[in-house]
């Protein structure tokens, strides 16, 4: 079992490109099954963090990959980036 506190202290890294997305900031969770739905992440470009809003990432709990002791592995895609149909 783990705590909320200790899954938002953990780095979330995209195995797609290796590349570090945030913390949890918060998590989606039905409280009529406790089961969680996605995890959301709150990302903000660092060198103009005073001048931006923060972004918010949603990443759906079946795209985690592996939680491991320091870091969750996640499987994500921006909108972008999904072909057109």
Same mark, same amino acid.
């Given at each position: 079992m783990i705590r909320i506190s200790e899954f938002q202290a953990k780095d979330v890294v995209n195995v797609s490109d290796g590349k570090r997305l945030g913390n949890i900031g918060d998590v989606d969770?039905?409280?009529s099954t406790g089961k969680i739905y996605s995890i959301i992440i709150q990302s903000s470009n660092r060198m103009l963090s005073m001048f931006t809003k923060e972004e918010e990432i949603v990443i759906p709990w079946r795209s985690i990959v592996k939680i491991g002791s320091d870091v969750i592995?996640?499987?994500? !895609? !921006?909108a972008s980036e999904f072909p057109s149909e």
């Open positions: 969770i039905d409280v592995l996640v499987r994500y !895609k !921006k």
